[in-house]
């Protein structure tokens, strides 16, 4: 078997571009994958290309060879972007790999540790408790997620004092854990947005009381140092690392203690190759992987194979197909959402807040549209930096 050919598509799922990759074999086996969506997404296009011409002609199923050549082609690590590319590569090989003998992937990774998937639910736009308490209940009704993840800023970070920022925080999931079903779990993403680690401790420790599943990426990624520092002053489950891209960064992260979880994005580290070294690294180290998943149903799919695999696996993260940010309160938006159109013709969908596996499925165990993915439906997105009061650029 060898490799004939790479296609790459620009695609939408609700309001955020996607980038899909084909790989084609000579024996007509076609493996799928999904980059990351950093923001210039176009970019990847002749990215993909270029690195096209490195794999051309070999045996899709030599991964490790395959990876090792596009990673040393570059000569330095590579970026964003780079690995982005390299992920979505990854993931064709995988599927092609397991469809040649008709498993699915898990299959090859050492079977599955386990029957299905936890997942969680993101809820950023509920602008009360009575909003946030009724969209995760409408969430558990109609998908059976127990498991949340919500911003803990309810006021503006920037513009008012720190030590107000803590208090309506606190006050906010203090009120949650009193209107909300005591069995759901609740965590919380500071989004990296504070710079100075000791109010990042105070936020973290203030939440403490009320049991979040985890503190995630409270303060910047890039000093390791600090990080251990953060976790040892802190009184809850802090999680991080959707932010680094190589099991040498996550190996440094969890040499200084810097946390309990980590949230590798196996369209970012390089592919499910690195996923599952990253993930041996942390297992060494007692500490659970919760992979970061933004993404759309085909990354889905691909987190989900390695969750059944990874013994120290913990939650995932769970985008709804087609689904923006989830509304506050009950809306037919989200199951119409799942209904619409889209490059996925079956994606995994939560039951009783799990996904389950599909163990008469080869590869990823999901369908794609070609004709779906014939005409650009290329969408512009963003992130939204912030302005602090006197008009310097905060994180966002």
């Known amino acids: 078997m060898k490799i004939d050919r790479l296609r790459a598509f620009m695609?939408?799922?609700?309001?955020?571009?996607?980038?899909?990759?084909?790989?084609?074999?000579?024996?007509?086996?076609?493996?799928w994958g999904e980059c990351y969506n950093h923001g210039p997404d176009r970019a990847l296009l002749p990215i993909l290309?270029?690195?096209?011409?490195?794999?051309?002609?070999?045996?899709?199923?030599?991964?490790?060879?395959?990876?090792?050549?596009l990673v040393q082609q570059a000569r330095f690590p590579p970026g964003a972007l780079g690995l982005a590319a390299i992920s979505a590569i990854d993931h064709c090989l995988w599927d092609i790999s397991a469809k040649a003998l008709n498993v699915p992937v898990y299959m090859l990774l050492g079977g599955h540790a386990r029957d299905r998937i936890r997942v969680y639910s993101g809820v950023y736009t509920a602008p009360d408790v009575p909003a946030a308490a009724e969209t995760m209940a409408m969430l558990n009704e109609d998908w059976g997620f127990n498991a949340f993840k919500l911003s803990p800023y309810r006021i503006d970070i920037h513009a008012n004092r720190w030590g107000e920022v803590v208090r309506t925080s606190a006050e906010y999931f203090r009120t949650l854990r009193e209107t909300t079903d005591p069995t759901f779990d609740?965590?919380?993403?500071?989004?990296?947005?504070?710079?100075e680690p000791r109010l990042a401790s105070q936020l973290g420790n203030a939440l403490a009381p009320y049991d979040p599943l985890f503190f995630e990426e409270p303060i910047r990624p890039e000093n390791f140092e600090r990080w251990g520092e953060l976790h040892r002053s802190l009184n809850c489950t802090l999680a991080t690392g959707e932010s680094l891209y190589s099991r040498f960064e996550f190996l440094r992260l969890l040499q200084v203690g810097g946390c309990d979880i980590i949230q590798p994005d196996i369209?970012?580290?390089?592919?499910?190759?690195?996923?599952r070294k990253i993930a041996a690294i942390a297992?060494?180290?007692?500490?659970?992987v919760a992979p970061h998943n933004p993404m759309g149903p085909l990354a889905t799919a691909v987190n989900l194979h390695f969750c059944a695999a990874q013994p120290n696996f913990k939650i995932l993260e769970y985008r709804l197909p087609?689904?923006?940010?989830l509304p506050a309160g009950r809306a037919g938006m989200v199951g119409e959402a799942v209904g619409d159109a889209h490059y996925v013709?079956?994606?995994?969908?939560?039951?009783?807040?799990?996904?389950?596996?599909?163990?008469?499925?080869?590869?990823?165990?999901?369908?794609?549209?070609?004709?779906?993915?014939?005409?650009?439906?290329?969408?512009?997105?963003?992130?939204?930096?912030?302005?602090?009061?006197?008009?310097?650029?905060a994180f966002a």
């Open 322 to 325: 087609n689904a923006d940010v």
């Open 267 to 275: 369209c970012v580290v390089g592919g499910l190759l690195e996923m």
């Open 49 to 69: 290309d270029y690195l096209a011409d490195f794999i051309a002609g070999h045996d899709p199923r030599r991964i490790e060879y395959l990876i090792q050549l």
């Open 186 to 195: 609740i965590a919380f993403d500071a989004h990296a947005k504070i710079f």
């Open 345 to 393: 013709t079956d994606p995994y969908l939560p039951r009783e807040g799990h996904l389950e596996l599909r163990a008469d499925r080869a590869g990823w165990g999901v369908e794609i549209d070609e004709a779906h993915l014939a005409t650009d439906r290329y969408v512009h997105w963003e992130r939204r930096v912030p302005r602090r009061p006197d008009g310097s650029l």
């Open 11 to 31: 695609t939408r799922d609700g309001g955020r571009p996607r980038v899909l990759v084909a790989i084609d074999t000579d024996e007509g086996v076609t493996g």
């Open 283 to 288: 297992e060494a180290h007692y500490v659970t």
